[in-house]
């Protein structure tokens, strides 16, 4: 008989990312009671819930920005919370996207080096890096602001060049927290079209915290956040 190490079991499930029971709490305010979520590769998922349910703080725990008091996150077969901090920071380079509600785009940079940054910061030379950014700008209606700064972009535009910026490195996992809510609906459509288009072209999981049901709609399900745990909404009802 052959013995398979759970390692391997792990590294070839189809699932991408697990949250097993965390908790987390700020002080005396318990943020997560409890949470646990299973994503599939590949798979989008939408993160609902009221405000202060703990939405954002589970996406963070997802990723790997904040390490939960309890409870594990699973990310290919390998426990997040209790890699170093070094390990942690090099899977969110190398292995992760982010998309956050407004851009923070660096606004020293041109939109071309922006979008090329997570290349860059992964090692990669600066001219290999600005030819991987540049069919972004095509594909994501942004052709002629490859020398623009943040500051010369309408909120759209520097939302999408955020978002190019969370796929370039082609990542196995994006985390857009309200990646539209800065934005007016048609404008937010535009850029979840965009968003959904190139993760499943690429095959990255998606998981994504939004309030708006017309956003989470682009999602393969849905995750409901509630005081801080986390359930599946039953997909029949969708
Ligand atoms: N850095 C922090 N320090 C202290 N308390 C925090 C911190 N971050 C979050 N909290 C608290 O944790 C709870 C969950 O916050 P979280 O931001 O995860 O909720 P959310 O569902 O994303 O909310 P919203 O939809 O308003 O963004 C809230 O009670 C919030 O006040």
Redesign the pocket.
């Known amino acids: 008989m052959t013995v398979v190490p759970a390692s391997d079991l792990a590294t070839r499930s189809d699932t991408a990312l697990e949250a097993r029971e965390i908790c987390l709490s ?2 005396q ?1 318990p ?1 997560l009671r409890g949470a646990s979520v299973s994503i599939s590769r590949g798979e989008i998922v939408a993160v609902m ?10 996406l963070h725990c997802l990723a790997g920005i904040l390490t939960p008091d309890s409870g594990e996150i699973v990310f290919a077969g390998r426990r997040l919370d209790t890699m170093t901090e070094n390990e942690r920071s090099a899977v969110r380079r190398d292995r992760f996207g982010f998309v956050f509600q407004f851009g923070q785009l660096v606004p020293e940079l041109t939109t071309e080096e922006n979008v090329a940054l997570p290349l860059l910061l992964s090692g990669v030379r600066r001219t290999e890096a600005l030819r991987r950014a540049r069919p972004w700008f095509e594909r994501l209606g942004l052709r002629g602001m490859e020398r623009r700064r943040s500051g010369e972009l309408s909120g759209g535009e520097a939302q999408r060049v955020a978002l190019a910026r969370g796929l370039v490195a082609a990542p196995e996992v994006l985390f857009a927290d ?1 990646p539209t809510g800065s934005l007016d609906s048609l404008t937010g459509e535009q850029v979840m079209e965009l968003m959904v288009g190139a993760a499943r072209d690429q095959g990255t999981t998606v998981v994504l ?1 939004t ?1 708006d049901p017309r956003v989470a709609a682009y999602a393969d399900r849905e995750i409901n ?1 509630r005081d ?1 745990k986390a359930a599946a909404i039953d997909q029949a009802r969708r």
Not at 49 to 58: A, I, V, W
């Open positions: 700020f002080g305010t943020a819930g009221p405000s202060g349910s703990g939405k954002s703080t589970l309200e915290v309030h956040v801080g």
